[in-house]
């Protein structure tokens, strides 16, 4: 059963992402991705991992999304129509990247046994989960809340206007 | 639970295929970012599998180290988004090109 939903999550997750890739109003693009993250963090449920799935919706659909949503609608963007007339000089960069990125994982799979193994019913206990964290990782929780700290400031900073200098520059050319 | 490792790997490509093909295709910066967080959650659904195949925590550790991370550059990337948007008038990729302060 537990197969089952997982295909099906899997399924409409990639089917989200090619139409959040595809649409050309931003807002769609988001709420598309709000799906894919909902489909996800049901993905990481069924691997046996409730407190990151928890926390999945929490900041990323919670969070992240909302301030996407919030910064397109706070600069009324367009749906633009750039799709129709890409050509081939922006599709061989990625279609190079992919070839190689699919020969890589074609190799990984064919060599390694590993890959072929079944993914068995488990869970991580919250309980387990937090003392391993703080446990075994307290350096790498603290260098992340100092990477929060530092770009809160630097959020702050660009968000207030750029500094004086591009502020004295504006006023210079009014 | 009946899943091989090797089709979590395919849809993790899958993902991340479709979140470079925006990064690489698209001029929108806003568009741009969006591939970033695609690709963000094909990697941290890999690491979440690899957790579960080797019964770790580790992976599931990494997992929320990322998306720590992610929101932190989500929060520079957007206010980033504004000031260029407020420098620049346009929100295309293309004009971003001069390291001009």
Partial sequence: ?174 | MNVPFSHLLIIAFLLFLMGLASILVRRNVIRVLIGVEIMLNAAGLVLVGSSALWNKVDGQLFAVFLMAIEAAEVALALALVIYLRRRKGTLNINAFNEMRG
């Fill in chain 1, 1 to 174: 059963m537990a197969t089952v939903v997982f295909y099906i999550l899997a399924i409409l997750a990639l089917l989200g992402t090619y139409l959040c890739v595809t649409r050309s109003n931003p807002v769609h693009a988001i709420l598309y991705l709000v799906n894919v993250l909902f489909a996800v963090a049901l993905m990481y449920y069924l691997l046996g991992a409730p407190l990151v799935a928890a926390w999945e919706v929490i900041v990323y659909a919670g969070a992240v999304m909302v301030l996407f949503v919030f910064i397109i609608m706070m600069l009324e963007l367009t749906p633009d129509q750039e799709m129709s007339r890409v050509g081939w000089l922006r599709w061989g960069p990625t279609v190079l990247l992919a070839m190689v990125l699919f020969c890589t994982l074609v190799l990984f799979v064919a060599v390694d046994p590993e890959t072929s193994r079944v993914i068995v019913d488990t869970y991580v206990a919250p309980k387990a989960f937090g003392y391993a964290l703080f446990a075994k990782y307290p350096l790498a929780v603290q260098v992340i809340s100092f990477h929060l700290f530092i770009a809160a400031i630097g959020a702050y900073y660009l968000g207030r206007g750029g500094g004086s200098r591009k502020r004295s520059r504006e006023e210079g050319d009014e």
